[in-house]
C-alpha cells in the first residue's frame, strides 16, 4: 500500500511504469458497498472469458471517490481469481471526472474500459467492445442509449438542449446518447493522457481526440441497489462544467444575443421617431424606460455569468492544482493469490 507519495502529471499519488500489453477496467465507485461485490464477480468471469479466449491480459481498477459508506474496505476484500485487481482510494471526492482520470493515470496496460461502478453498465456486453478493437481495428469504442424512453420528458428536452449548444461550432459533434461506458485502444488511451487542461470532459475529449471511432447501441441495466446521487442540481453542475470546459458556444450565443439586442433597440427607436415625426404621437415614458433598464441589465448580468465561467476556468488552468489525491493504493494480483496482496510500490 502507498500513501501520498510523487506527483504525477494530474495528480498527487503513486506514479504507474509504462503500460504492457491488454486491457484495464476502470470503475469509479461512489457509496456502491451493496452492489460491488456482485459487480466484480461478474467482471471477474468477463476477465477469465478474456484470457481463455483471446489470452489477452486483465486488470480491475476501482478508484474510491471519498464514499462514506464500506465501499472502500468492501473494494479491498474482493478476491483477485481471474484477474489483476487494483484499489486506488481518493483523499475525498473529487468527482467522477477525476476519478476516471485517476483510473487512467494508473491503468498498468495499455487499453482502457470505462465503465460505472452501479451496474448498469453490463460486464457482459463489454465483449462486443473488445472484439470491435480487436477484430475490426476501432480506437475509441463508446456506447449509447438506444432510447431515453424511460427518462421523465423535461430531463430528454434538457439533455437534447445541452448537446446542441455544446456541439455548436464543433468539427466533431459528441453524439447526446453517448455515455461513459467506452474502450479506448492503446494510442486512443495514451492521447487523452496528454491532454493538459485540468477542467475536463471525458465524453469530448474521447471523441475529440479522433481515430476510429464506432457508436454502438446498448440498453442499460436498471440499478439493483441504492439510487443515483445524480440529482438535479448535480446534472445542471456537469452540464455547466462540461459546456464551458469544452466548448464556446456560451461567448459565441452571447454575442449573438447582445447583436440582437441592439439590433432590436436600434428599430424600435428608429420607429419611434418614425411615429413621433409623422403621426405626432407621444413618446411612452416611464413603462418603456423600467421595461428597457430591466432587460438591458439581465443581458448585462447573464453575459457577465457567462464570462465568468470561463475566467473561472482559466483561473483553474494557471493555478496548476492536481486534479486528485491518491491516499491509498493496493495491487492484488491474480497469480499470487494465495500469497496473499502484494503492496504496489512507488
Not at 461512489?30 to 486488470?59: I, K, M
Not at 477484430?135 to 428536452?157: F, H, M
Amino acid at each position: 500500500m502507498t500513501t501520498g507519495g510523487a506527483r504525477s502529471k494530474h495528480g498527487i499519488g503513486p506514479i504507474t511504469a509504462g503500460p504492457a500489453h491488454g486491457l484495464s477496467i476502470v470503475v469509479p465507485v461512489y457509496n456502491e458497498e451493496r452492489g460491488l461485490p456482485n459487480l466484480h464477480e461478474r467482471l471477474s468471469v468477463f476477465a477469465h472469458v478474456l484470457r481463455q479466449q483471446r489470452g489477452l491480459a486483465t486488470e480491475i481498477v476501482y478508484v474510491d471517490d471519498g464514499s462514506q459508506d464500506k465501499t472502500l474496505e468492501i473494494a479491498r476484500s474482493l478476491p483477485a481469481k481471474d484477474t489483476d485487481v487494483q484499489i486506488i482510494s481518493l483523499s475525498r471526492n473529487f468527482g467522477k471526472e477525476a476519478a476516471l482520470l485517476a483510473g487512467l493515470d494508473h491503468a498498468r496496460l495499455d487499453a482502457v474500459l470505462f465503465m460505472d461502478g452501479d451496474g448498469q453498465h453490463p460486464p457482459e456486453f463489454a465483449d462486443k467492445l473488445v472484439a470491435l478493437w480487436l477484430d475490426q481495428g476501432y480506437d475509441v469504442v463508446y456506447t449509447a442509449k438506444s432510447n431515453r424512453l424511460n427518462e421523465p420528458a423535461l430531463r430528454r428536452i434538457a439533455v437534447r438542449w445541452f448537446y446542441r449548444i455544446l456541439n455548436w461550432g464543433l468539427r466533431q459533434p459528441i453524439p447526446e446518447d453517448a455515455s461513459d461506458f467506452r474502450l479506448l485502444s492503446p494510442r486512443a488511451a495514451a492521447a487523452l493522457k496528454q491532454m493538459p487542461e485540468r477542467n475536463r470532459f471525458f465524453k469530448g475529449l474521447s471523441i475529440w481526440i479522433g481515430f476510429r471511432q464506432i457508436r454502438v447501441p446498448y440498453e442499460p441495466a436498471a440499478r439493483v441497489h441504492g439510487q443515483s446521487s445524480w440529482n438535479f442540481r448535480a446534472l445542471l453542475g456537469l452540464s455547466i462544467e462540461g459546456i464551458t470546459a469544452f466548448s464556446t458556444a456560451p461567448l459565441r450565443l452571447a454575442s449573438l444575443f447582445g447583436f440582437f439586442i441592439s439590433a432590436s433597440a436600434l428599430l424600435f427607436g428608429g420607429w419611434i421617431v418614425f411615429e413621433t415625426l409623422h403621426y405626432g404621437k407621444d413618446v411612452a415614458g416611464y413603462p418603456s424606460i423600467i421595461v428597457g433598464i430591466m432587460v438591458i441589465g439581465g443581458v448585462q448580468l447573464l453575459m457577465i455569468g457567462i464570462m465568468g465561467e470561463y475566467i473561472a476556468k482559466i483561473l483553474s488552468e494557471l493555478r496548476g492544482r492536481p486534479l486528485y489525491f491518491v491516499a491509498e493504493r493496493e495491487i492484488h494480483e491474480a497469480k499470487s493469490e494465495e500469497k496473499g496482496p502484494r503492496e504496489a510500490a512507488e
